[in-house]
């Protein structure tokens, strides 16, 4: 009895793992359906179906700003939403791995596939290192965190020369906007995740009802948003593969 006891204190004191809110992983999915759209949009102007300078319209510029947007701000709430309570270093550091692996693995295929533009800092390695500085802004009062987050958008406006040099792309500081295929520097990135935290912070009480909802439409939009990171690596192979094999047949 005393074991049985025992056991059952133990049982009382592990923190239960974070539920997941619908709605942010349907907003994850519709940020994912975006992206889609974007990528197979350049896809289709590489391969002369759309006109060259398509993409270098301002619509197209601000809507491929949104959609990165969009997911460091979710990543700011979701980093909230895992660690309000204590940072649970186990999956943190887990998360973060899968991250940079899959950053790395970006890194070395479009240096691959395209060495004059491949991505050495891009989405994903800005969501690694935006989440890692959430860390240090998680028990913060409010008002730093919104400060940190406003002087970090901010300081995406600088244009300091001692920060051209490559070492420091990853910054955003410099005033020479590297040739990337994907280029997300830290500022003002960061601030777009901090955004989220303070956000998450600010409203997360009144999402206590918002957790998973039965039916088979919340599993379906749900879905792309529970496996955004495997969508990501995988979506543009395929549309890649997939315009390529139009264009062959079509000329």
């Known amino acids: 009895m005393r074991t049985q006891r025992t056991v059952s204190e133990v049982k009382l004191v592990v923190p239960m793992r974070p539920r997941r809110l619908l709605a942010?992983?349907?907003?994850?999915?519709?940020?994912?359906?975006?992206?889609?759209?974007?990528?197979?949009?350049?896809?289709?102007?590489?391969f002369g179906f759309l006109s060259?300078?398509?993409?270098?319209?301002?619509?197209?510029?601000?809507?491929?700003r949104?959609?990165?947007?969009?997911?460091?701000?979710?990543?700011?709430?979701?980093?909230?939403?895992?660690?309000?309570?204590?940072?649970?270093?186990r999956s943190f550091l887990r998360r973060l791995s899968i991250l940079v692996l899959a950053a790395t693995a970006v890194s070395l295929a479009t240096r691959l596939a395209m060495p004059q533009a491949w991505v050495r800092f891009g989405i994903l390695h800005a969501i690694a290192l935006s989440t890692t500085a959430g860390l240090l802004f998680l028990q913060a009062p409010v008002a730093v965190l919104a400060l940190a987050a406003i002087v970090s958008l901010l300081l995406g406006r600088a244009d300091w020369a001692v920060f051209d040099d490559p070492v420091w792309l990853w910054t955003g500081l410099g005033g020479i906007r590297p040739r990337m295929l994907d280029y997300e520097p830290i500022f003002p990135w960061l601030g777009v995740c901090l955004f989220g935290l303070l956000f998450a912070r600010l409203f997360a009480d009144r999402w206590q009802g918002l957790t998973e909802l039965p039916g088979k439409v919340g599993r379906i939009l749900s879905w792309p948003g529970r496996n955004s990171l495997s969508i990501y690596l995988l979506h543009q192979?395929?549309?890649?593969?997939?315009?390529?094999?139009?264009d062959r047949v079509l000329h």
């Open 52 to 64: 060259q300078d398509t993409m270098q319209a301002t619509g197209w510029k601000v809507f491929a």
């Open 24 to 46: 942010i992983d349907i907003a994850r999915s519709i940020a994912l359906v975006a992206m889609i759209l974007f990528h197979l949009a350049w896809d289709l102007t590489m």
């Open 237 to 246: 192979p395929i549309l890649f593969g997939a315009v390529w094999m139009a």
């Open 66 to 89: 949104i959609i990165a947007g969009s997911f460091l701000f979710l990543s700011g709430i979701c980093l909230w939403l895992a660690h309000a309570d204590g940072i649970r270093w």
